[in-house]
């Protein structure tokens, strides 16, 4: 294990140091200043970072910002005198694995640097695999439609994190996937076993909202003729995510607070405790870092909502997925209303991954289904999507590699001769059997395995 200790108090470097050979960590350099610390992280592959938050000229924050992008695995823990909650978050935000008060108990260091360790060997495990099974959605989470290297990572990571049974923040704009990533959460998870309740908390009335979580028992209040079991009971055994989670009123939050820590409440009208064991998985596509930074989310809460957080990326950073997606789309679409539509015109798809998406996923899939049922003809085409052609075809729509204009030519070629080699060939001037055989290594790509399909 290598550490870097960046403090400006020569005191508390030595005092640092010390305690950490002692332990038996031999391996530790010290930096007195934000300046050499960046140049010295940038430099060096340590495993942990200990570092100050009040420094003169460069601050630890700001050392944060400026090297994390460069060293994603190496784990930094801020250690300061001032115990800030907004200052908390933003070293969060910022990739802060921890965060500890001076005087820092040693024992809460240790195990603090332990965690932190065990962390980054995950992370590292993680990206082993993911490298090995590139562009590969994990069997939990085949109901989402990806070739996007990011967007693999992302399921990857959270199907490991499955396993740990913590609490899972998922964040994103409205339309990303967050349901259908916890469901493969849940389904990767020891619990899989379980129920999945999923509850839009934003729908829920403030005064409804001990009846709708808790429960209430016959006669609790006017109306009550029947027991009910409440979200949380049940979801008992199994996984309870709580979508919106940002909606939920400041004077609510203490409530929830109080079940996830002792996993017990009282259903209204009842005098006896229920327990329950539950996965809580949270979304939401709000800041809820600014909503603490506000006064409107309690930070204590985010903390048990957040051991583990995932972020989506909207749809206009997916590359490669709109094409997936709107083929994907098409034959589930076209097996809903009945008809038999071959594929997009280049005009149309062109049309489609130009588009920005603010509604994301759900925004594509509404656009299609109008498509389909509005399409009279073998391709969807410009006007059935409600859109203007500009004249362009996807050749043009982005910066390519060479293969890649090779690959999608070959594909417009195609698609223009209705799908005849013999004619293909003859105008790219190759043979048929080589062209057969860029098809066929084609065909390996996801992107253009669905589209050459239809060809």
């Known amino acids: 294990m290598r550490i870097l200790i960046v403090d400006d108090e020569e005191v508390a470097l030595n005092s640092i140091k010390r305690l950490l050979k002692w332990r038996g960590i031999r391996n530790v350099d010290t930096c007195s200043n934000g300046k050499d610390a960046i140049v010295k992280i940038k430099e060096t592959d340590y495993d942990i970072i200990l570092l100050d938050l009040l420094m003169p000229e460069i601050d630890g924050l700001q050392v944060l910002e400026s090297t994390k992008p460069y060293r994603t695995h190496t784990e930094f823990i801020i250690l300061t005198a001032i115990d800030d909650i907004p200052t908390t978050v933003q070293a969060i935000r910022l990739g802060a694995y921890d965060y500890l008060v001076k005087p820092v108990d040693n024992d809460l260091l240790f195990l603090a640097i332990k965690r932190a360790y065990e962390h980054k060997g995950l992370l590292i495990g993680l990206s082993t695999t993911a490298g090995d099974n590139k562009n590969k959605v994990p069997s939990a989470f085949s109901e989402i439609v990806t070739q996007c290297p990011q967007m693999c990572s992302i399921l990857s990571y959270a199907q490991v994190m499955a396993g740990s049974g913590n609490p899972v923040m998922i964040t994103g704009e409205s339309g990303t996937g967050k349901e259908l990533v916890a469901k493969g959460i849940h389904y990767a998870g020891s619990m899989s076993g379980g129920p999945f309740i999923a509850v839009n908390v934003s729908a ?115 590359d490669g997925d709109i094409p997936l997606l709107a083929l994907h789309f098409l034959r589930k679409f076209c097996d809903a209303h009945k008809k038999e539509i071959t594929g997009f015109s280049p005009e149309a798809m062109d049309l489609l991954c130009g588009r920005n998406y603010p509604g994301n996923v759900r925004e594509l899939s509404q656009i299609i289904d109008n498509a389909v049922v509005v399409a009279d003809s073998d391709f969807i085409l410009p006007s059935h999507l409600g859109m203007v052609s ?59 395995e669905e589209i050459l399909r239809d060809i």
């Open 204 to 318: 829920i009335p403030a005064t409804m909202f001990e009846s709708q979580f808790f429960g209430h028992s016959k006669g609790a209040f006017t109306g009550a003729e029947t027991p009910h079991l409440g979200y949380f009971e049940q979801a008992d055994g199994g996984t309870l995510f709580l979508d919106e989670i940002g909606e939920l009123p400041l004077g609510l939050q203490t409530k929830l607070l109080r079940v996830l820590e002792e996993k017990s409440f009282y259903p209204l009208g009842s005098s006896k405790p229920v327990w329950v064991d539950v996965r809580v998985i949270s979304a939401s596509n709000r800041d809820i870092e600014q909503a603490c930074q506000e006064g409107n989310f309690r930070l204590d809460l985010l903390y048990r909502l957040k051991s583990i957080h995932i972020h989506l990326p909207p749809l206009r950073e997916r």
């Open 390 to 448: 500009t004249g362009k075809t996807f050749l043009s729509r982005k910066l390519c590699t060479l293969k890649e204009n090779d690959e999608a030519h070959l594909v417009y070629v195609l698609k223009n001769v209705s799908g005849d080699r013999s004619k293909a060939a003859q105008i790219l001037s190759i043979t048929v059997r080589q062209l057969q055989r860029k098809i066929a290594a084609m065909k390996k790509n996801p992107q253009w």
